[in-house]
């Protein structure tokens, strides 16, 4: 296992336990035996809003991280993903998105592969320039999610 797993893991453990995670950079990369950067890079690519969680940092002498699951009842889920999409959506938000979904068992791993394939980049190839993809994608994304409801 990676140092990056490690501490995914290590936090994820601790929002088992408790709903809001209150941890200290230094204190933490000294006890997994690792830098404070890789701390940051972990929480800044692994703990995103897309994944559902919310991180609030303080830096400074105290400086901490507070990390927390975004708990969105089920029947608000599908319309809190569509408001946080926006009018355009890359690829990797599409799997984040759709991971986070599998996990919670809005829809199957399947389901979520498929939506996947049909938003990737390769499936979208007819359109041209990133921008323009981006758009589409966001709008059938928006309404595959509707018609998911």
Do not use: W
């Amino acid at each position: 296992m990676n140092i990056s797993d490690l501490i995914e893991n290590f936090i994820c453990e601790k929002l088992d336990e408790e709903k809001i995670v209150e941890l200290k950079r230094n204190e933490l990369a000294s006890f997994l035996g690792c830098v404070p950067s890789q701390i940051n890079y972990v929480i800044s690519t692994r703990f995103t809003t897309e994944r559902g969680y919310i991180v609030e940092s303080r830096r400074g002498g105290g400086g901490y991280i507070k990390i927390s699951r975004v708990e969105v009842p089920k029947s608000n889920f599908h319309m809190h993903i569509i408001n946080s999409i926006g009018p355009s959506i890359d690829y990797p938000s599409v799997v984040a998105i759709l991971s986070n979904m599998a996990n919670d068992n809005v829809i199957s791993l399947e389901a979520a592969n498929i939506i996947a394939s049909a938003l990737s980049d390769k499936a979208l190839s007819i359109v041209s320039g990133v921008t323009s993809k981006n758009a589409l994608r966001a709008n059938i994304f928006k309404n595959i999610l509707i018609n998911l409801m």
